[in-house]
């Protein structure tokens, strides 16, 4: 995470500052993770209970409100991911919308051989999700659908229960976690 951070002043010296400066969407360019790094997108562990062990992972390509009735989200699952192709088969996988002061959470469950639930309060289901305690958000998803979208699958999820935590949402931008403001406009 952050490699490819750029500063903002950064990015308008090398790309413009107005529409005129649009230039071709080119996998894997600059502008490409410029756009993409920039998208602001909350932070989401996708977890559930396989076997009587904890799997998961973070996504901050889950959205919500794809569909309102019935209540429906969707992620993008990589297709090199090692963990979705097991955590799938679950069929019912935790959402759970981390909270500002869990970025380390974040980390750890992104991260490659460790143990991602070490020291995670975690709530367990009799049906398989987990939910990672101190969120902001949880929701328990079943799985509806797979479309495939390149280099990634677009898995549809149906939304059978769910809570909320007065925490503010973790939210990824351009390789860090700023804080929302809460200061209204008048
Ligand atoms: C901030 C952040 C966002 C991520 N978003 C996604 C995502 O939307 N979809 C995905 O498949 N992997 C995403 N990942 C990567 C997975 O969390 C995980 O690190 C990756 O799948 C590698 O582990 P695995 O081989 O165990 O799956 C994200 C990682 C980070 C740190």
Redesign the pocket.
Known sequence: ?GRHTMTIAGLNRRFGTDAAALAPAVAHSDQIRAVFGGFP?A??ALCAEIGGSPYG??????TVGVSYDPPMAL????N?????PVLKTAGRIGASVLAEHQSAA??Q????GVDRFADLDIHTTPHGPLFIEGASSWMDCEITGELPAGD?TIITFRIHQIGHSPHTPLI?HNGHFPRIHHDHNP
Request: proline share 0%; with cysteine.
């Open positions: 995470m997108a932070v989401v992972m973070i996504a901050t390509s889950l992620f993008s699952a990589h090199d991911s090692s963990t979705w974040c980390h469950l992104a991260a490659k990634h990824y």
